[in-house]
């Protein structure tokens, strides 16, 4: 046991919510249906969903590394209006414009020596599931100070990426000019995720809200990466949860094998490649039973608040880490899933 806990942070930055189209929802049979996106249910226990596929054949995971064993912060955004991912070149000197202008005023980080941010957007056509989704964006921010040589590299002081990972049906039921991108990950300083986050709502009539991860969403994240591949020396899966209604704050570390949890899984699973809520319910029931048995503690009474494996780690303030870059789609195809979940 440890006490402490890590403490949620960043900016919210909200706005009026554009109103989109909605329709869809679960099927008869409980399987997750193939209409459109908006109102659907997302993120509170979906009958069956399917397991992580691992990356696709054409992509590159060295031109993915960057993004790697790197704390992202999640904020779900509602489409983007009169978007253009032709247009990156003259948004990036847009906003490089905006930062400098918000410096002035003090609202961002200051470095002594600091000679200027420079503003890079780029195109990820990797980061997506099939043709339909848009390509993710990156947003990188960049400094060099007086004390640097003159050839030397900027140095990035901030990152953040906008994707849409297996929604083409959302594509194909917005509005005309909409684009949807609703992930953004973030890492660096808040100062920043506030001021390139003030710029898109402007420009683009959309609105940022911090992205959680339920306790529930976490389940599922536990029990879909435990039945993925990974390698043999992979780390230990660990569970923290939180014990509620103490003076102190408390936290409960449960870590299990990973071949014990994958051989626990196999026992659990009963259709290969996909993922029910009764076999969440029942691989978490049994994890809660074993730590019963050999401590006298009832997890079920405790609040499940981040879960680390092999493929990744989430935390429920709305914080991953990304560690295998073959499951990197399958990841992003859970968080773009919740994200939808948050515009409505």
């Given at each position: 046991?440890?006490?402490?806990?890590?403490?949620?942070?960043?900016?919210?930055?909200?706005?009026?919510?554009?109103?989109?189209?909605?329709?869809?929802?679960?099927?008869?049979?409980?399987?997750?249906?193939?209409?459109?996106?908006?109102?659907?249910?997302?993120?509170?226990?979906?009958?069956?969903?399917?397991?992580?596929?691992?990356?696709?054949?054409?992509?590159?995971?060295?031109?993915?590394?960057?993004?790697?064993?790197?704390?992202?912060?999640?904020?779900?955004?509602?489409?983007?209006?009169?978007?253009?991912?032709?247009?990156?070149?003259?948004?990036?000197?847009?906003?490089?414009?905006?930062?400098?202008?918000?410096?002035?005023?003090?609202?961002?980080?200051?470095?002594?020596?600091?000679?200027?941010?420079?503003?890079?957007?780029?195109?990820?056509?990797?980061?997506?599931?099939?043709?339909?989704?848009?390509?993710?964006?990156?947003?990188?921010?960049?400094?060099?100070?007086?004390?640097?040589?003159?050839?030397?590299?900027?140095?990035?002081?901030?990152?953040?990426?906008?994707?849409?990972?297996?929604?083409?049906?959302?594509?194909?039921?917005?509005?005309?000019?909409?684009?949807?991108?609703p992930l953004f990950l973030v890492n660096g300083a808040e100062s920043y995720t506030a001021i390139v986050g003030s710029w898109f709502q402007k420009t683009?009539?959309?609105?940022?809200?911090?992205?959680?991860?339920?306790?529930?969403?976490?389940?599922?994240?536990?029990?879909?990466?435990?039945?993925?591949?990974?390698?043999?020396?992979?780390?230990?899966?660990?569970?923290?949860?939180?014990?509620?209604?103490?003076?102190?704050?408390?936290?409960?570390?449960?870590?299990?094998?990973?071949?014990?949890?994958?051989?626990?899984?196999?026992?659990?699973?009963?259709?290969?490649?996909?993922?029910?809520?009764?076999?969440?319910?029942?691989?978490?029931?049994?994890?809660?039973?074993?730590?019963?048995?050999?401590?006298?503690?009832?997890?079920?009474?405790?609040?499940?608040?981040?879960?680390?494996?092999?493929?990744?780690?989430?935390?429920?303030?709305?914080?991953?880490?990304?560690?295998?870059?073959?499951?990197?789609?399958?990841?992003?195809?859970?968080?773009?899933?919740?994200?939808?979940?948050?515009?409505?």
């Open positions: 046991m440890a006490g402490g806990r890590p403490a949620g942070s960043a900016l919210e930055m909200e706005g009026a919510m554009r109103t989109l189209p909605s329709s869809g929802g679960l099927s008869g049979t409980g399987h997750l249906s193939r209409g459109p996106l908006f109102g659907r249910n997302y993120g509170l226990s979906p009958g069956s969903r399917l397991l992580p596929p691992c990356f696709q054949a054409d992509a590159d995971p060295q031109k993915m590394a960057f993004l790697l064993r790197k704390q992202w912060t999640l904020y779900s955004v509602s489409p983007l209006y009169k978007f253009s991912n032709a247009e990156l070149k003259d948004y990036a000197r847009m906003l490089s414009v905006f930062v400098a202008a918000e410096k002035q005023k003090g609202l961002a980080v200051d470095v002594d020596g600091e000679l200027g941010v420079r503003v890079a957007m780029s195109s990820l056509p990797e980061l997506r599931g099939s043709e339909q989704d848009p390509a993710a964006v990156l947003v990188q921010l960049s400094l060099r100070t007086s004390a640097s040589p003159r050839n030397s590299e900027e140095k990035l002081i901030w990152s953040g990426w906008f994707c849409c990972v297996a929604g083409d049906d959302i594509s194909e039921n917005l509005p005309a000019n909409f684009t949807c991108l683009f009539d959309c609105c940022f809200r911090r992205l959680a991860i339920s306790p529930l969403n976490l389940t599922w994240m536990v029990a879909m990466w435990t039945g993925c591949k990974v390698d043999k020396n992979a780390a230990a899966i660990e569970l923290l949860f939180s014990v509620p209604q103490l003076p102190q704050p408390l936290d409960i570390s449960y870590a299990i094998h990973p071949e014990d949890a994958k051989a626990l899984w196999d026992t659990v699973q009963k259709t290969p490649g996909e993922i029910t809520q009764e076999e969440v319910d029942v691989f978490m029931e049994c994890l809660y039973s074993h730590f019963h048995r050999h401590f006298k503690i009832h997890l079920s009474a405790t609040k499940l608040v981040k879960v680390s494996t092999g493929i990744a780690s989430a935390h429920c303030d709305g914080v991953i880490k990304f560690l295998q870059s073959q499951y990197l789609i399958g990841v992003l195809m859970l968080l773009t899933e919740l994200a939808i979940s948050q515009i409505q």
